[in-house]
């Protein structure tokens, strides 16, 4: 089953902070968040996979809340370069196994 | 660093036709993946593979086989090429130690292929 992401876009400007979560409906293995610029291929940021586990790299961070069955992906002091769409990638009993499925997506803009 | 190469990047094919996109890594990785994005939409799981010789289905499997003989490649085969199979594909590769979840998946630049 899709994990749920929202919200499904942000528009910020240089400086600000977002928030993008992911939920799902049943307990998760782990959860991976990538970014996707406009006519790339995603590109990995990090994953979690323990509950209650908090990473993070630069102004970057996402935490897991295991019992909640959600994520959240932490964008801080937010630039230019962070524009595109981020997904949130799970692993779970509800996707049958070691199989990643991704959320529809949550779009970023950030402006000058 | 070749990484996840996918061929061809672009193709535009007839309703009807078959075609085959190419995939294969060399990262020695056991995980490969077949995804599908419609425009401006998320990423779709067609088929996946735990090791050669073994595939399994994931969300969206109609209209599409694979098949993986070796570690390194991983071809999708599309039947009866129809308009709604119009989308950008990504292979994918992950490798996975026995009895562990997560790892990252590491993507190839992207298939677009157009049904008309």
């Known amino acids: 089953q899709q994990p749920v992401q929202s919200p499904q876009a942000v528009i910020l400007r240089e400086g600000e902070d977002a928030v993008i979560n992911c939920s799902s409906s049943k307990a998760l293995y782990s959860v991976h968040w990538y970014r996707q610029k406009h006519g790339e291929a995603p590109v990995f940021l990090m994953i979690l996979l323990k509950g209650g586990e908090q990473k993070g790299h630069d102004k970057i961070s996402a935490s897991f809340n295991e019992k909640k069955q959600q994520s959240s992906l932490y964008l801080t002091a937010s630039q230019l370069s962070y524009s595109g769409t981020y997904f949130c990638g799970t692993e779970g009993p509800n996707t049958g196994g070691f199989k990643t499925i991704f959320g529809a997506g949550t779009r970023l803009f950030v402006k000058a | 660093n070749a990484g996840v190469t996918q061929t061809p990047k672009f193709r535009i094919l007839k309703i009807g036709q078959s075609m085959t996109l190419q995939c294969t890594q060399d990262m020695n990785h056991n995980y490969m993946y077949w995804y599908r994005q419609d425009p401006g939409m998320g990423l779709k799981l067609i088929y996946y593979s735990v090791g050669a010789g073994i595939t399994d289905k994931g969300e969206v499997p109609n209209g599409y086989n694979v098949s993986r003989s070796t570690t390194e490649d991983f071809p999708l085969r599309l039947e009866l090429a129809a308009p709604s199979q119009t989308s950008v594909y990504f292979c994918?590769?992950?490798?996975?130690?026995?009895?562990?979840?997560?790892?990252?998946?590491?993507f190839g630049e992207g298939s677009w292929l157009t049904v008309v």
């Open positions: 994918a590769s992950s490798y996975r130690a026995e009895g562990l979840s997560g790892n990252t998946i590491y």
